[in-house]
């Protein structure tokens, strides 16, 4: 309970870490995914007018959400706290787009939610390199990760829901978009020694690293054709499952 706040770098004793399909993160897996369905079938239920105010509040939470790490950093963090508070990380960037898709209501910011919203909150639920071992399982930072991917989740359910995103003009512009992100953040990491969006010189993800030895100085090109796959292959399975949550929820 001591360190239910403390970053990572200043944890002397670690207890009850929070390992990868450890048991804690099994048990945060089936909360997470618990409360994503419960959320998703009361929006399903309520009518239009109480659905628009659903939205907004979560728009408010990602805001409120993102404050409060920021506040955390700066409470916390003596580690290269610029570096830190800087919003390069895809998750970070994730939240203010979720969050200008929802009180805009530009179909260009929901897209990005849905498909990168749901790929990131889902793979990062599932391989939480930024907590693992690092943390307890009951900590702040583990709690919020969990929180906040989860919430990635949910927004991307309820767009599919309700909107029909999927167009090859949006999806070329997506691409063309998150490659610019990630083309900037690899030559920020470059510069600074950071892991911004995992792109790192070298990368401290094991697979991503193998690629990056393999690949020299085409490491880019591999970042760019793993994004144009991406979304080759998740917007046909998204259209499935739009009709699929479409026909079930009605």
Same mark, same amino acid.
């Given at each position: 309970?001591?360190d239910?706040f403390t970053?990572?770098t200043d ?8 390992q990868t399909f450890?048991?804690?993160h099994?048990?945060?897996? #089936?909360?997470?995914?618990?409360a994503?369905?419960? @959320?998703y079938k009361?929006y399903?239920?309520? +009518?239009?007018?109480?659905r628009n105010s659903?939205?907004?509040g979560?728009?408010f ?6 404050s409060i790490?920021?506040l ?6 003596h580690?290269?706290?610029?570096l830190q508070?800087?919003? /390069?990380?895809l998750?970070?960037i994730?939240?203010?787009?979720n969050?200008?898709?929802?009180f805009t ?7 990005f939610?849905?498909?990168?919203g749901?790929f990131?909150g ?7 390199a930024?907590?693992?071992?690092l943390?307890s #399982?009951? +900590? ?9 991917h989860?919430?990635f989740? @949910?927004l991307a359910l309820l767009?599919l829901k309700?909107f029909?995103l999927f167009?090859r003009?949006?999806m070329?512009?997506?691409i063309f978009i998150?490659?610019c ?14 892991q911004?969006?995992?792109?790192g010189?070298?990368?401290s993800?094991g697979?991503?690293?193998s690629?990056?030895?393999? +690949?020299?100085p085409f490491?880019l090109l591999?970042?760019y054709? #793993?994004?144009v796959?991406?979304h080759?292959?998740e917007?046909p399975? /998204?259209?499935k499952?739009?009709?699929k @949550? ?5």
């Open positions: 309970m001591n239910f970053y990572y944890i002397k004793d670690l207890h009850m870490p929070f450890g048991i804690y099994i048990l945060f897996l #089936a909360l997470t995914f618990g994503v369905f419960l @959320l009361y399903s239920g309520i +009518s239009s007018k109480k659903f939205l907004k979560l728009g939470y990602f805001l409120i959400e993102e790490y920021t955390w950093l700066l409470w916390k963090c580690d290269h706290l610029i508070l800087l919003p /390069l990380e998750c970070s994730t939240v203010y787009i969050a200008l898709g929802i209501k530009k179909d260009y910011f929901r897209y939610s849905c498909v990168i749901l990131a889902g793979i990062a639920m599932l391989y939480p930024n907590i693992d071992g943390y #399982a009951f +900590s702040y930072r583990t709690i919020n990760f969990y929180m906040l989860g919430s989740v @949910l767009y309700d029909s167009t003009k949006a070329i512009r997506n998150v490659c992100m990630f083309t900037f953040a690899y030559f920020v990491n470059k510069a600074c020694g950071t911004y969006m995992f792109v010189s070298p990368p993800i697979v991503i690293r690629i990056y030895e393999i +690949s020299g490491f591999w970042v054709g #793993a994004m796959l991406l080759v292959l917007v399975l /998204l259209k499952l739009q009709s @949550l479409n026909s079930r929820y009605v």
